[in-house]
């Protein structure tokens, strides 16, 4: 049974840095992408970044692009998301996904295709 877990997060006020990472482990094989979704209480979640995990290729929403970062440690199954400029706006739930398909195209934000979840990790920034 595979299980991601996330570490980080936390408070921060505007303009500050946050690192959140996550752990994949119990998988058969690596997943085929890894990536970083955000859920606002009443409002739908959304695709925040995403990493092709063979080919390292990464994918951004438009809200976040050139602020937010992600990245992988080879070998490991663990990516992180380094966040830096943060806004009031980016204040949410954030969640770690993984998809397991190796043909899905990861800059699809998808629960068809991110079928395994983290438990979530609050983000919290002020102005």
């Known amino acids: 049974q595979g299980q991601l877990v996330e570490s980080g997060g936390g408070s921060e006020q505007t303009g500050g840095s946050l690192r959140l990472s996550c752990a994949a482990s119990g998988y058969n094989g690596r997943p085929s992408c890894m990536g970083w979704f955000r859920q606002v209480p009443g409002k739908e979640r959304e695709g925040v970044a995403a990493?092709?995990?063979?080919?390292?290729?990464?994918y951004y929403a438009s809200s976040v692009k050139d602020r937010f970062t992600i990245s992988q440690l080879n070998g490991k199954n663990t990516v992180y998301l380094q966040m830096n400029s943060l806004k009031p706006e980016d204040t949410a739930n954030y969640y770690c996904?993984?998809?397991?398909?190796?043909?899905?195209?990861?800059?699809?934000?998808?629960?068809?295709?991110?079928?395994?979840w983290g438990q979530g990790t609050q983000v919290t920034v002020s102005s």
């Open positions: 996904a993984a998809a397991l398909n190796p043909l899905w195209h990861c800059g699809t934000w998808s629960s068809r295709g991110y079928v395994e």
């Open positions: 990493i092709d995990v063979a080919g390292n290729v990464t």
